[in-house]
């Protein structure tokens, strides 16, 4: 079965910093494009960073280079770290793993709550 593990999520101040961390199982890793997205209180969700097997990423333009998604093929986890965080990126963040091909695939975590809060 696949399985999408977020963690890292938690309780920071305004201006801190946090890791998000998505372990996968189940999916060949290295062939899967990588994504975090995020739903804010009361909206849809939307992408914060996607990463390709080939290590190519964009980002939602409200990251402002705050933001960094990367990927550990030998550990199969994608890592968001998030730098400077204010109140507006409180928002449960999910971890995305998609395939478009032979064997194709869609596979969501169920997601970390991240609060930024003073």
């Known amino acids: 079965q696949v399985q999408l593990v977020e963690s890292g999520g938690g309780l920071v101040q305004p201006g801190g910093s946090l890791r998000l961390s998505c372990v996968a199982s189940?999916?060949?890793?290295?062939?899967?494009?990588m994504a975090w997205h995020r739903q804010l209180p009361g909206k849809q969700r939307e992408l914060v960073g996607v990463?390709?097997?080939?290590?190519?990423?964009a980002y939602g333009g409200f990251v402002k280079d705050r933001f960094t998604i990367s990927r550990d093929a030998p550990k199969n986890t994608v890592y968001l770290q998030m730098n400077r965080l204010s109140p507006d990126d409180t928002a449960v963040y999910y971890c995305?793993?998609?395939?478009?091909?032979?064997?194709?695939?869609?596979?969501w975590g169920q997601g970390t709550q991240v609060t930024v809060s003073s």
């Open positions: 189940g999916i060949m890793f290295e062939m899967y494009t």
């Open positions: 990463i390709t097997p080939g290590g190519g990423t």
């Open positions: 995305n793993a998609r395939y478009r091909g032979l064997g194709s695939g869609d596979y």
